[in-house]
């Protein structure tokens, strides 16, 4: 399609058909910045100086003070999004935004009580396993409609490529988004849990004596040996020999982003503890949420930070 082929000035915005309203918007706006070459290449250095000083500060930030980070992150993935959907009036995003919202504010509600119920880290846990579960199978199934689509597999099937690779990602950015938010969400309740349950301290140092039956991150006992075969679920044990059960140890480490023993804080090598070759496409996937917070949760802020540089020395 041609941008640059004039549009029949005799008809209205209303009466354009969808290809004349891109052939003008685009016309127009090449209209409006015309001659602003210089104007232009300001504004680019300003951007790039403007990311190049926002990356060293969140670096920084990070790198002292990690809660406050972590904290102000979680709210910044959870509201950007929002603000944005009720700006363009994306409905169907808020609604599916709210209910998570909803259920989350009763975990994370339970995760802060106190004294807290003894049935509270494995519900915590369950959740948000079934969140990360969730955006896992979200984000592969859009990624293969997306390959499906520039393979022209959805020609088999008499839809246009546009259908498919908008499902897809919608798809994707949902796995990703809330897999990225649940990840955050987790690691706060995580905190907050296992420090009140009192087996786990910043400090490595353990308030309660672990008993050898019992797993130090929900504090229940655990019903089956590390060599036996559980119904539900099995007994994990880790190198310092500390024992755990497996959905427990799974959310602290996999979920929780935490990869040192809850009791003695011993790193722990997630490769190595979980074998099966289904658990480390979860874990590498862990590591691609890690950067998509960075596109969410940052990039806004620091786009919205460069164009109000712009508009303090009138740049447009």
């Excluded at 640059?4 to 290809?19: C, F, G, I, L, Q």
């Excluded at 140092?205 to 229940?220: D, K, Y």
Aim: charged share 20%; proline share 3%.
């Amino acid at each position: 399609m041609d941008l640059h082929r004039p549009v029949d000035s005799n008809k209205t915005y209303e009466e354009m058909t969808a290809e004349e309203k891109l052939r003008y918007d685009h016309q127009k706006m090449h209209e409006l910045h015309r001659g602003h070459e210089s104007m232009h290449t300001t504004m680019v250095m300003i951007l790039i100086v403007t990311l190049v000083v926002a990356q060293f500060v969140v670096v920084e930030w990070k790198r002292r003070h990690y809660r406050s980070y972590a904290f102000f992150t979680m709210v910044s993935m959870w509201s950007i999004p929002l603000a944005l959907s009720f700006n363009k009036g994306w409905w169907r995003f808020i609604t599916i935004w709210t209910i998570f919202t909803l259920l989350t504010g009763i975990v994370i509600r339970k995760s802060t009580a106190r004294p807290m119920s003894n049935t509270t880290p494995r519900l915590v846990y369950k959740w948000f396993y079934l969140i990360y579960k969730a955006s896992c199978f979200l984000g592969i199934v859009g990624y293969i409609l997306m390959m499906s689509t520039f393979a022209g597999i959805n020609t088999f099937f008499g839809h246009k490529p546009q259908q498919w690779m908008d499902v897809a990602l919608v798809l994707l950015f949902y796995g990703l988004y809330f897999g990225v938010l649940g990840r955050d969400v987790a690691e706060y309740c995580t905190d907050k849990m296992a420090a009140s349950i009192g087996y786990y301290t910043k400090e490595g140092i353990p308030t309660r004596q672990l008993e050898s039956n019992v797993c130090a991150v929900c504090g229940n006992q655990l019903l089956v040996d590390v060599n036996e075969e559980g119904i539900l679920e099995n007994t994990y044990k880790l190198p310092c020999g500390h024992v755990f059960h497996e959905f427990c140890i799974r959310g602290w480490c996999i979920v929780g982003k935490k990869q040192t023993c809850p009791y003695c804080k011993e790193k722990v090598d997630l490769r190595r503890m979980f074998t099966n070759p289904w658990d480390r496409p979860h874990i590498l996937y862990g590591q691609l949420l890690d950067w998509i917070r960075w596109l969410v949760a940052w990039q806004p802020l620091i786009l919205f930070l460069a164009q109000g540089i712009n508009w303090i020395f009138g740049l447009e």
